[in-house]
DNA sequence: TTAAACTTTCAGTAATTATTGAAAGTTTAT
DNA sequence: ATAAACTTTCAATAATTACTGAAAGTTTAA
């Protein structure tokens, strides 16, 4: 395969998984981009790769900033920005799952614990069962969380070696 | 907290939770629903309780038991059909984990594969850039690729403990 | 058969989400 | 201070995604 086919083909795959996880396609697209470029890029050699327009390249690049994955660079003696993304991928997962953690597992932690205790009669079916739900769903996400502590403390090596002794 | 504002909480977050991953809203609040619900629901049901159309719930309860957490049942002397979700919380996580193995990350082991080999001067930056990050994401697809089998094919406990002694 | 009871489909519409582009804001060099 | 070079914002618009509801389809009982 030509590398143009190729590179298109992979921001091509990675814009669709992510918007796939609910994330903005655009946004992943220029994480792609930069995840295979050699050097800094500008907004103007991103908005060119793409063909989007300013406004959308700097709210995409801000966010990825903000999600920690990309940096501005400073060239000495130009006024432009540069970005770079983070290269090491085991580090580019830890801290996508670090940033979900506190987006959206943090506030679901923070509704099941409210939702542990209800008035009402307990002895109703579905007070039983809605309770008997949030209990298991407590259990979980606190396990998860303690899980993901681990992930994200631990470097991959060490992770994965644990993983192998599961499959003995 | 009463139960009626619970359950509308419990809903609405899952509901939410649902789409911040990339799965519609309404068809995890029926989830929800039916995860909460001491006995079978009936279309009906569902549509007073989340005020949709009769044709949006029917696809989303087909989506539901496409992705193999929901399923009918028939109650003898009824026509209906009623509808009721996996209860145990670890084996709905199993499901979607599976189902989203196979819809996501199959697809994207098949592209890198094929963007493993590309044709050029393997010398120039872009070129050495590009195969590098492949590289690295057909390992790190490879081990989560292993790691959600194991998940999949161990119970709770076994992958708990395990993650337990990660932990000392 | 027939028709009542139910489920599914899908074209039209509504709601949501993403994008543009020009104006406003900021920084730097002189 | 000024203006050139750049970045950010945001109202208007476009694109995408979800929903409705009525018509078509299916199943069951008599």
Redesign the interface.
């Known amino acids: 395969?030509?590398?143009n086919e190729?590179?298109a083909?992979?921001i091509q795959?990675w814009g669709k998984?992510g918007?796939?996880?609910?994330i903005n396609r655009t946004m992943a697209q220029v994480h792609a981009i930069l995840?295979?470029?050699?050097?800094a890029m500008s907004a103007e050699e991103i908005m060119a790769e793409l063909s989007i327009s300013r406004g959308n390249a700097n709210m995409n690049i801000r966010d990825l900033i903000n999600w920690n994955l990309v940096h501005k660079e400073l060239v000495p003696g130009d006024r432009k920005e540069y970005f770079t993304a983070e290269?090491?991928?085991?580090e580019v997962?830890r801290r996508i799952i670090k940033e979900r953690k506190k987006?959206?597992m943090e506030?679901?932690l923070k509704?099941i614990n409210?939702?542990k205790?209800?008035?009402?009669d307990q002895q109703s079916?579905?007070?039983?069962?809605?309770s008997?739900?949030?209990n298991?769903?407590d259990s979980?996400v606190g396990?998860m969380d303690?899980?993901v502590n681990?992930l994200l403390n631990?470097n991959e090596n060490?992770?994965?070696s644990?993983?192998f002794?599961?499959?003995s």
């Open positions: 395969m030509e590398f190729a590179k083909q992979f795959t998984l918007s796939e996880w609910g995840l295979i470029s050699p050097k290269k090491d991928i085991w997962a987006r959206e506030p679901v509704v409210q939702l205790t209800i008035e009402g079916a579905e007070i039983k069962e809605f008997s739900m949030i298991q769903l979980f396990k303690k899980s681990l631990e060490k992770l994965f644990i993983l002794k599961l499959m």
